[in-house]
């Protein structure tokens, strides 16, 4: 385990790693940051292996990452980076609808999870909270996180985020982007017969029959769940 990141001298720029697979969501955010007098960006990378190296070479103060990347996975990212670089705050900005979604990227260590249709102000409010330490969620979903606290977790729903491991509710996203079984493997860096085993335990969890209903439900979860189409 590497362990790294010491307190920033005052006065010094917050060095920020971007991740995202849209060369313009880099931009834009890269302008939004760099404009700042106490922030600046240190490097952009569009997959998980090269943010990986990145994160050892630069040393960023915060890493800002999406959930889907190019050919890896961004949760993926979140628990690699926080096994390797135990105090590095990470942002996840994402289309992925938070209420389905943060507590996923939470579990896997992000510390603050905010959509990409949020305000800029919304943005950099999130990026001071993260690198002050603390966590930060929208409004709307801190409120329905202490209703969730306050009326108790109750009966499971049917919902795959509550029915599904954090491993599982990946694999199941991947197929409803029609992925095989053989790109899912390479993309979570895994075995062919591990993915095929997480789809066997999807199927049973939710009560599906067979793949083409696997499939049917995974397209339309991830139709509901981002704003980004499956095919991609």
Not at 4 to 11: K, L, N, V
Not at 21 to 28: P, T, W
Not at 34 to 45: I, L, S, T
Not at 94 to 117: I, N, P, Q, T, W
Request: charged residues 25%; aromatic residues 4%.
């Amino acid at each position: 385990m590497t362990q790294r990141h010491q307190a920033r001298p005052a006065g010094k720029k917050a060095r920020i790693l971007l991740v995202d697979d849209h060369a313009v969501v880099r931009f834009g955010i890269a302008q939004l940051i760099n404009r700042q007098p106490d922030m600046e960006v240190c490097g952009e990378e569009e997959d998980a292996g090269a943010a990986l190296s990145a994160a050892e070479r630069l040393q960023p103060d915060l890493v800002i990452a999406d959930l889907s990347l190019k050919d890896s996975s961004g949760l993926e990212l979140v628990r690699n980076l926080k096994a390797r670089f135990p105090n590095l705050p990470i942002l996840v900005l994402s289309v992925h609808d938070e209420s389905v979604y943060a507590e996923v990227a939470f579990r896997a260590g992000a510390l603050g999870y905010l959509m990409k249709d949020q305000a800029l102000e919304k943005v950099l409010e999130a990026i001071r909270r993260v690198l002050g330490g603390s966590v930060y969620v929208s409004d709307a979903l801190a409120v329905k996180l202490l209703q969730k606290q306050l009326q108790g977790h109750g009966t499971a729903g049917n919902s795959p985020a509550e029915l599904l491991s954090d491993r599982e509710l990946e694999v199941f996203e991947l197929i409803g982007r029609w992925k095989t079984t053989r790109q899912i493997a390479q993309e979570l860096h895994i075995s062919v017969k591990t993915v095929e085993y997480y789809r066997e335990q999807i199927k049973r969890k939710l009560g599906l029959k067979n793949a083409a209903e696997l499939a049917q439900h995974a397209t339309a979860w991830v139709e509901r769940t981002t704003s980004q189409p499956p095919a991609g």
